[in-house]
């Protein structure tokens, strides 16, 4: 089926269903390896579209509990649509891939955003709220987003790719391992886990493999949770329609796989599935910079924002410094870590002041166009990190008042059908 992206139709080299399970589904994969073969191969400057199922591969439903978080299975995330190799990329090169458009799928009009429990994934504060799982379901109008699990809140979308990136190279990927092998030996009982190794359970390749070559990569395959030296799930907000990426290619073709698609983010996508996620469509267009990866000292990706921008000028912004006095009160030098959980922390507190839940207030700012800036990271002991709220996404005045804060009646996001909380 092709699809239309700035009035013209262009070929859809990965197609895909968001109400099919991803394992029964060709041209995905969930790890990352060398020896994923490409699906589809693009000449420069060819314009094309890639089909994406939803991060979880279609785990999660438009309901009003949230049992579908506390059971997804994460051995089999993230669900990426590829690998598509560009005719001309060779290592050492950069590979050039501008996102042209960024839409869900018109046959699935809404998204979901999740708190995750503490043995299943996690969170910014899973720790200190020892987080079970909640929901909300965002259904879109458009360019914008509304929740009957968050009422009072509607704010414009900045649709973008949570997780991008090329192949890595065997090289490369035996340096992700080794170096993530070491972490989690050395924090093994850890909760959530500090990283995640590589898991056969759960692996997924949708292409017909050698049996042995299945094995390789399911065995040595790097998960897509963090962001790496080839780009991957970096979950940056802005990286919307009219973004360029530049990628460092480590194999030859670059096998640029794309998925984890987002209706909106926060910075730093707090509660882990903190993002409005979305199944639907990417349109790209790629070219080469021939030795790219020396011209510019490539280390990792460089990218260049969209210059489409939602304009919430107004906002309400709350400081953070590396003192957990939402905990223990300890004094930390210079963890920025810190400072930003405790801005988060700050906004949740004055969010429930006006009537939202914790949990609701956890989820809005995962969700919405909320920015976080470094304030100052010089002055020891106290990084200092900020986080705005834009006041236009609020349908009430949430600004402070002489006489206090005015408590509404919101209701509650999707919980457990259990009722814990």
Not at 235 to 248: A, E, H, V
Not at 298 to 308: A, E, T
Request: glycine share 10%; charged share 20%; proline share 7%.
């Amino acid at each position: 089926m092709a699809t239309v992206a700035n009035s013209v139709a262009h070929p859809t080299l990965i197609s895909a269903d968001p109400f099919i399970p991803a394992r029964e589904q060709k041209g995905l994969h969930n790890r990352w390896h060398p020896d994923i073969p490409a699906v589809a191969t693009v000449k420069p400057g060819q314009v094309f579209n890639i089909e994406c199922v939803d991060w979880t591969g279609a785990q999660i439903g438009n309901n009003d509990t949230s049992d579908d978080i506390r059971d997804v299975d994460l051995t089999s995330v993230h669900n990426l649509s590829g690998p598509i190799a560009v005719e001309g990329a060779e290592p050492g090169d950069c590979l050039v891939v501008d996102i042209l458009d960024v839409r869900p799928f018109d046959k699935m009009p809404w998204g979901y955003t999740g708190i995750f429990e503490l043995e299943n994934g996690g969170g910014l504060f899973a720790r200190e709220f020892q987080s079970r799982a909640a929901k909300a379901i965002w259904d879109f109008h458009g360019v914008y987003a509304t929740s009957r699990h968050i009422p009072g809140v509607r704010f414009a979308g900045v649709s973008h790719p949570g997780l991008i990136g090329t192949a890595p190279s065997a090289e490369l990927l035996a340096t992700w391992n080794k170096r993530e092998g070491a972490l989690i030996e050395a924090h093994a009982n850890s909760v959530p886990p500090v990283a995640y190794g590589p898991l056969v359970p759960g692996a997924y390749v949708g292409q017909e493999l050698p049996d042995d070559v299945r094995g390789k990569i399911y065995r040595e395959g790097a998960r897509t949770i963090p962001g790496r030296e080839h780009g991957g799930n970096c979950d940056i907000k802005n990286l919307s329609r009219g973004s360029r990426c530049y990628f460092p290619v480590f194999v030859k073709g670059a096998n640029l796989s794309v998925g984890d698609l987002h209706f909106s983010q926060g910075d730093g996508e707090l509660s882990f599935c903190g993002a409005i996620e979305m199944a639907g469509i990417v349109t790209f267009s790629t070219s080469i910079i021939k030795g790219g990866v020396e011209k510019f000292a490539m280390k990792q990706p460089i990218f260049l924002p969209s210059p489409v921008d939602p304009l919430y000028s107004a906002k309400l912004i709350f400081q953070g410094i590396s003192v957990d006095y939402h905990g223990d009160g300890t004094q930390y030098n210079m963890d920025a870590t810190v400072a930003y959980k405790q801005a988060a922390l700050n906004a949740i507190a004055y969010l429930m002041k006006i009537g939202y839940t914790r949990e609701q207030a956890y989820l809005l700012m995962s969700a919405a166009p909320v920015e976080s800036h470094i304030g100052a990271i010089v002055d020891s002991p106290n990084a200092c990190v900020t986080l705005a709220l834009p006041l236009g996404i609020f349908e009430h005045d949430i600004l402070p008042k002489d006489e206090g804060l005015k408590k509404l009646e919101f209701g509650q996001c999707a919980v457990r059908s259990d009722g814990v909380l």
